[in-house]
């Protein structure tokens, strides 16, 4: 699957905009709205019962199709719905998709109208059990976090809905289906391995690198062709040099039938002994772990709130970010190819509690994973893949859970390395699985709290034990103080904007002082809605950057140690 472009063997429709909305409260209860796509539905009315909905509603809407399609196969594609799709077209049921952040594609050429309207209806099912990805639903006495509203056992809102954008999309019966990119430098030439299968019966492919071009006979309905770029310029961060592809597929007649235009990046990672090399140097990641949210739109994928955060991570001098708790949209991804950051990609494996993981939950898990890293495979800025968010990986059955998980990750992609984000250590049972040790942890807030020298030697100790334990370079993915903007205290005290940027700039030094810390993620980019509970108020509040993306204090400081 590839997601749609248009060219000049392909058209591309947008279904984004206003649709029909049904909700059914207490089974009996039925409310109709209308409803924006992409959005969570959740903020976009007035009342709390449609807020909190947590079971099924239907998206709808009526489209129609241009003659010119007339002839060829068409397709809808959708880059994410949360949680669980049921999609039909004129009443018949094209199929489902489970998990909330990967794409999924129908064929709808058999059941499409030309000369009437189509009618389009998604069943959404935001209902999160043991065997969901992420879980939720279960109460487990131990835990701490046991009673927000909505009750779920992660620290975001349970966002709901069509949250990306809606495709149509055209292609000949012939066609390319899969592209995979791979790269490496020898000297100064660039190394770019193209991989490719189709659809249906073609026999050549013409692919061109600028002036570059190789014709390559396609068998077994694939084809793979490694090219060198003499001089190449590299991509870092920073630096995004692009490079673009073209793909021209053509029949035993010599005609073309299909095109794909994509863009790469020349770059090598590699995990030695404490560091993490990109291109043969040592890179050290600064920046945060974000979230997709937004005021009234929610998960909705918005550009304009895409761009915006962008700018503010170039101008504080971040070069990285964590894609928590879920894979983030596919034009997050693209501005990071472009505007050169350093990308750790993430399943929805948020708060996993093994005492209720069941054969199904890893089932959805390996499916979730191998949709991501089937999407994210041709993106230079994804450097890394992080399995999971805080599992509770201090179980015993931690490391039995975890082995099939990255030895899939080892099966599609040896290029990159893999990680799990843990705020277990030095107690974690898995992380000896991974290749570095991405840790969570918040000395000054939950320990400590308001106690900024104690919580340095915490996170002093616990770097070394943790180091010593497991010998990976280590991100702390993770560390901060909920601030509250506007309330100032000196001495600092929490909750003020004293205290935020005091506690982070002094764990910072802590961090520099251990040479096999590549890393600082800050939690979190901006303040985000979360469930309520009683120890959030509004929301979680540890952005540097509020949550409609203006600076904290801390920001401006930042700014000044993130330098160079
Ligand atoms: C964590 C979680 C994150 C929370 C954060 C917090 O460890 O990974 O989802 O939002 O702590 O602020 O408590």
């Not at 790269?183 to 659809?199: E, L, R």
């Not at 810390?517 to 950057?545: L, M, P, Y």
Request: aromatic share 12%.
């Amino acid at each position: 699957m590839l997601r749609p472009q248009q060219n000049s063997k392909r058209n591309l429709t947008s279904l984004n905009g206003v649709w029909d909305l049904e909700l059914l409260i207490n089974n009996d209860k039925s409310i109709n709205k209308k409803v924006a796509v992409p959005a969570s539905f959740n903020d976009l009315y007035t009342d709390d019962e449609i807020r909190t909905h947590s079971g099924k509603v239907l998206y709808s809407r009526k489209f129609r199709i241009s003659d010119d399609w007339k002839g060829k196969n068409i397709f809808i594609y959708f880059e994410a719905v949360s949680y669980h799709a049921s999609v039909y077209i004129n009443g018949h049921h094209l199929g489902e998709h489970e998990t909330g952040y990967t794409p999924f594609e129908f064929d709808l050429t058999k059941h499409i109208n030309f000369d009437s309207d189509n009618f389009l209806e998604i069943i959404v099912h935001h209902h999160l059990t043991a065997d969901t990805i992420p879980q939720s639903g279960f109460v487990d006495k131990e835990w701490i976090f046991n009673t927000h509203y909505p009750d779920v056992i992660f620290d975001f809102f349970p966002y709901t809905g069509i949250h990306r954008n809606v495709h149509l999309y055209t292609v000949n019966d012939s066609f390319l289906n899969n592209i995979k990119i791979d790269t490496d430098i020898n000297a100064t030439d660039g190394v770019v391995t193209i991989k490719g299968n189709i659809i249906g019966n073609a026999s050549k492919v013409k692919i061109s690198i600028n002036e570059i071009q190789t014709e390559v006979l396609i068998k077994d309905n694939s084809f793979c062709e490694t090219i060198s770029i003499p001089e190449a310029k590299l991509w870092n961060v920073g630096e995004p040099n692009l490079y673009p592809l073209k793909i021209e597929l053509f029949d035993s007649h010599g005609n073309k039938i299909d095109e794909r235009l994509e863009r790469f990046g020349i770059r090598k990672i590699e995990v030695r002994g404490n560091q993490f090399l990109i291109n043969g140097k040592p890179a050290y990641f600064k920046g945060f772990g974000k979230h997709e949210d937004f005021p009234i739109i929610g998960k909705g994928n918005n550009d304009a709130v895409n761009i915006r955060d962008f700018e503010l991570m170039k101008w504080i001098n971040a070069n990285s970010f964590r894609t928590a708790h879920y894979p983030y949209s596919e034009d997050i991804l693209d501005l990071a190819d472009e505007y050169g950051f350093l990308v750790i990609s993430e399943t929805p494996a948020v708060s996993l509690n093994f005492k209720f993981t069941t054969d199904k939950t890893l089932e959805v898990h390996k499916k979730a994973l191998g949709e991501l890293i089937e999407r994210d495979y041709n993106h230079p800025c994804v450097v890394m893949w992080s399995v999971a968010n805080e599992p509770q990986s201090q179980q015993k059955n931690a490391k039995a859970y975890f082995e099939p998980l990255v030895e899939q990750v080892k099966l599609m992609d040896q290029s990159r390395p893999v990680t799990m984000v843990s705020c277990f250590v030095p107690n974690d049972e898995s992380m000896h699985l991974f290749d570095v040790c991405c840790i969570n942890k918040y000395p000054g807030w939950y320990e400590l709290p308001g106690q900024i020298n104690a919580a340095k030697q915490r996170l002093d100790s616990l770097l070394e034990e943790v180091y010593q334990k497991y010998n990976l370079p280590i991100i702390i993915t993770e560390f901060g103080a909920d601030t509250y903007a506007g309330v100032h205290s000196l001495p600092a005290e929490m909750w003020s904007e004293e205290y935020q940027k005091d506690l982070i700039l002094e764990l910072i030094e802590v961090m520099r002082s251990k040479p096999y810390v590549i890393g600082e993620h800050i939690w979190n980019f901006a303040d985000f809605r979360t469930s309520q509970n009683h120890i959030r108020c509004n929301g979680n509040k540890k952005g540097v950057f509020t949550r409609e993306r203006q600076p904290k204090l801390v920001a401006h400081f930042l700014k000044e140690k993130w330098k160079n």
